[in-house]
């Protein structure tokens, strides 16, 4: 099943992932985590990690024995700057919350030594969200960091800040659940006073973000920086009973996004100017 298909509403609202959508902060990210991970124990998570024959794919129980067997994170999973902490977390301990809400505390403890570690993921991404906000979108900030990290990356990137391209900018700190439950979404959107439907766009980069955006009822935009073929996409997103959430589309860059939201944009006003 290929996942090319158009969203199936023009957007009334954009919600943007941070980390590895807009920014780069990899280094910084698989850098905390390689300091939480030696001291699994003494948090308690160590029984919590799942077994390897719970993994969705081949690769997660790989991630997952290579933890378990190196307290560390395989070399080729740093090199290849593909998975997110929250991915991270999801593959070590699957549905446990509250292992999952202790992982990301002692992350946010491990983070504040990297934090000053942001880059733009793409040159263009301020003129892209720039495109967006000049046809009257509303837009958003999504993350699982804390506030006053994002807060601080937010006013570093690109050397000028971004904190002018965002109507609302939610953090995990500022509700019950991270990704992958919809909380943070559903505050969003709850703040620009927008109801919860295929209207509201969010776009990012992990199998979390489009479990977040499907859970919370709206269109689902993987982020496919990485450029994963697209039988890797099936293979993360294997539309099973136990695994059952893909995402409406898919882009390539947050320029696909802005083209994307302006043609369905465009599209709608042709169709009003022909019933009118």
């Known amino acids: 099943m290929s996942i090319l298909q158009l969203p199936h509403a023009r957007p009334a609202a ?7 959508t807009l920014v780069d902060t990899h280094d910084a990210m698989y850098h905390a985590v390689d300091d939480v991970l030696p001291h699994l124990e003494e948090l308690d998570l160590w029984d919590r990690l799942l077994d390897p024959d719970d993994s969705k794919t081949i690769e997660d129980a790989k991630l997952l024995i290579y933890v378990k067997d190196h307290r560390r994170l395989h ?3 740093v090199a290849q700057r593909k998975i997110s902490r929250t991915d991270i ?8 919350q509250d292992a999952k809400g202790r992982a990301h505390q002692a992350f946010d403890n491990a983070y504040k030594k990297y934090v000053e570690d942001v880059h733009p993921l793409e040159a263009d991404i301020r003129q892209q969200l720039e495109r967006i906000r000049a046809i009257d979108i509303p837009t958003g900030l999504i993350s699982n960091r804390k506030r006053d990290f994002l807060e601080h990356e937010l006013a ?8 002018d391209l965002f109507d609302v900018v939610v953090c995990g700190s500022d509700v019950e659940r991270r990704k992958p439950a919809p909380d943070m979404l559903l505050e969003a959107l709850n703040r620009l006073h927008l109801p919860a439907d295929e209207r509201c766009w969010y776009i990012g980069d992990s199998t979390t973000d489009v479990i977040a955006a499907k859970e919370a009822g709206i269109t689902s935009i993987f982020y496919n920086g990485a450029g994963w073929p697209q039988s890797w996409l099936d293979k993360i997103f294997p539309d099973t009973i136990k695994h059952p959430h893909r995402p409406d589309a898919v ?12 043609h369905l944009l465009a599209q709608h006003k042709r169709v009003v100017r022909a019933q009118s």
């Open 14 to 20: 954009i919600l943007l992932d941070w980390h590895a």
């Open 75 to 77: 070399p080729k999973i």
């Open 89 to 96: 977390f999801e593959v070590l301990f699957g549905s446990d």
């Open 156 to 163: 570093l990137v690109d050397g000028t800040g971004w904190e």
């Open 251 to 262: 882009v390539g860059s947050i320029a696909e996004l802005a083209d994307l939201a302006r």
